[in-house]
């Protein structure tokens, strides 16, 4: 996903489910914890379920932001009042774990784990590669209204206005890659 303009919305919120980025995610409560409840005052987010939830996803999902040095792995294994970051316990070695070798915001199409932070941008222009909606030939026109999908199978996708409630519209799409620019509407 590329950010080309934000609005004044980006919020902190903690994935509820697994979710690819560049998806359009709506608000919800958040049932994970981390660290003695460093996520619990953050919101949840989802994929929408039905209809409504659709016309409430004002959000595209990216990872959060993360400073720490490569390798990065995720789940980081931890517990309680363990030293060396959780893999002095024998618990922890081995672990199963995805191993980032590069920063997960710079890859595009990664899914974004459960409970693992994450970025809403709300009101802005983004662009998402052609697995983040649904493609139609009238989804290559600027100014195209888009909805979200509620599918189990494409939850989260745009795709062009049919009945659903308008969430954004087209700004541009290129042909060469497929990748869809569109602005969040208020």
Known sequence: MEIKHWGDTILGAVAQEQITEGRMVCLTSNDYSRNYGSQEDLPGCKLPDDAADAATCRYVITFE??????????????????????????????????????????QEGLTIPSGSGAALFGEGIYAVPSGAYIYSADIETPG????????????????VYDAGGIVAEVVYYDDDDGKLTFKILH
């Open 144 to 159: 195209t209204q888009l909805q979200v999908s509620y599918a189990a199978s494409t939850a989260g996708k745009l795709e």
């Open 65 to 106: 932001s993360d400073n720490r040095r490569t390798p990065i792995y995720q789940p980081h294994p931890a517990f309680e009042d363990a030293s060396r970051y959780g893999f002095e316990q024998d618990a922890n070695a081995p672990f199963a774990a995805t191993v980032y070798l590069t920063h997960p915001q710079v």
